[in-house]
Nanobody
Framework: QVQLVESGGGLVQAGGSLRLSCAASGSIFSIENWNWYRQAPGNRRELVAS?????SADYSDSVNNRFFISRDKNTLYLQMNALKPEDTAVYYC?????????????WGRGTQVTVFS
């Protein structure tokens, strides 16, 4: 089992920055991919950024060159720069277990990010 707790959300003016954190605990050794998703009201949950255990990162087109994902030991981060009102959403931390340990998905409860113009 893996537990994920997000923090760092809040209210920010367009053009500003926020850094989200996701504290992970439990069987972290079983995780092979770490992700940030977001979900705006009325929209599907979408993948924003991913990072593997080898530190290979990938981003959605909508956030590329503005958001940066990183991980330090038991904490996953999402540095969000040049924020836009359309970035407003609940942001979720996700951890994907490797198939050898069951291949489960773990989710945090989310943190709200609101960007005003």
């Amino acid at each position: 089992q893996v537990q994920l707790v997000e923090s760092g959300g809040g209210l920010v003016q367009a053009g500003g920055s926020l850094r989200l954190s996701c504290a992970a605990s439990g069987s972290i050794f079983s995780i092979e991919n770490w992700n940030w998703y977001r979900q705006a009201p009325g929209n599907r949950r979408e993948l924003v950024a991913s990072i593997t255990n080898s530190r290979s990162a990938d981003y959605s087109d909508s956030v590329n060159n503005r958001f940066f994902i990183s991980r330090d030991k038991n904490t996953l981060y999402l540095q969000m720069n040049a924020l836009k009102p359309e970035d407003t959403a609940v942001y979720y931390c996700n951890a994907q277990e490797d198939s050898g340990h069951g291949g489960l998905d773990y989710w945090g409860r989310g943190t709200q990010v609101t960007v005003f113009s």
